[in-house]
């Protein structure tokens, strides 16, 4: 995992300008990245891009703050690598994708959604500031309530490129416990889920996160997370 402090952070901005200087007027501008979470094929490049080597990383995690837990990361930092520095402090962000290698500013600019979000929102809306590497190639500081930062979700960066943002983390206990709740009937089932999403709970337990699968018609499965600090038998998604 990439951990990087405030003088990496500022070194790789200046690669991804001059990166950026560095691209003929009127060609198009990419991301100069290996990764993708495109499922299908993808055409390699061989044009100039923008180097984002040294934005993949966390710069600080701040357990108490004035806006309480808080993280500041880059861009480019995958969320498998951002929850990696964040839980040894009991912490994760509002909002962790399924998939491993989406990046904190792919998901905001993406306009992400999970299985937390019907509780705690978008990823962007647990954002407090970012910084935006724009077309003209200037960093500009942005906050909610800035036309910058309220266009930015769904923007796909033609807005441009976020290489820093500070998040809101929430606390969190050492497990999750689920439970798997099958519906031969759909509407029966977006009834349930509607109702466990405006009380939070079911069965007199807390829900703090929901997600639903519909393998057929007749066969629907809602999954309760709760999370806990009782231990019980674990498993990896992935297999």
């Known amino acids: 995992m990439a951990d990087r402090g405030w003088h990496q952070h500022q070194a790789?901005?200046?690669?991804?300008?001059a990166s950026c200087s560095a691209i003929p007027a009127g060609q198009a501008v990419r991301l100069a990245k290996r990764t993708t979470n495109l499922f299908r094929a993808r055409a390699e490049s061989t044009a100039p891009g923008l180097d984002v080597s040294?934005?993949?990383?966390?710069?600080?995690?701040?357990?108490?703050?004035?806006?309480?837990p808080v993280a500041e990361v880059q861009g480019m930092c995958t969320y498998e690598d951002l929850v990696d520095a964040t839980l040894p402090h009991g912490l994760v962000p509002y909002v962790v994708p399924q998939l491993r290698t989406i990046t904190l500013g792919g998901a905001v600019t993406g306009l992400g959604i999970e299985s937390t979000?019907?509780?705690?929102?978008?990823?962007?809306?647990?954002?407090?500031?970012?910084?935006?590497?724009?077309g003209a190639g200037e960093v500009v500081t942005t906050r909610p309530g800035?036309?910058?930062?309220?266009?930015?979700?769904n923007s796909y960066g033609s807005l441009g490129y976020a290489t820093r943002l500070r998040i809101k983390l929430e606390r969190v206990p050492s497990f999750v416990a689920l439970r798997h709740l099958r519906f031969d009937d759909a509407g029966l089932m977006a009834k349930t889920?509607?109702?466990?999403?405006?009380?939070?709970?079911?069965d007199g337990e807390p829900v703090h996160g929901l997600d639903g699968v519909s393998f057929s018609p007749g066969e629907h499965v809602l999954t309760l997370?709760?999370?806990?600090?009782?231990?019980?038998p674990t498993s990896d998604y992935a297999g």
């Not at 466990?196 to 709970?201: D, L, P, V």
Request: proline share 8%.
């Open 12 to 17: 790789a901005v200046a690669r991804l300008a």
């Open 54 to 68: 040294g934005l993949d990383g966390v710069i600080e995690v701040v357990p108490d703050g004035p806006d309480g």
């Open 117 to 134: 979000s019907f509780r705690l929102g978008l990823p962007h809306e647990s954002v407090l500031e970012m910084d935006v590497f724009t």
């Open 225 to 232: 997370a709760r999370w806990t600090d009782e231990p019980g």
């Open 146 to 153: 800035d036309d910058l930062f309220d266009a930015f979700p």
């Open 193 to 202: 889920l509607a109702e466990i999403a405006a009380a939070q709970e079911h």
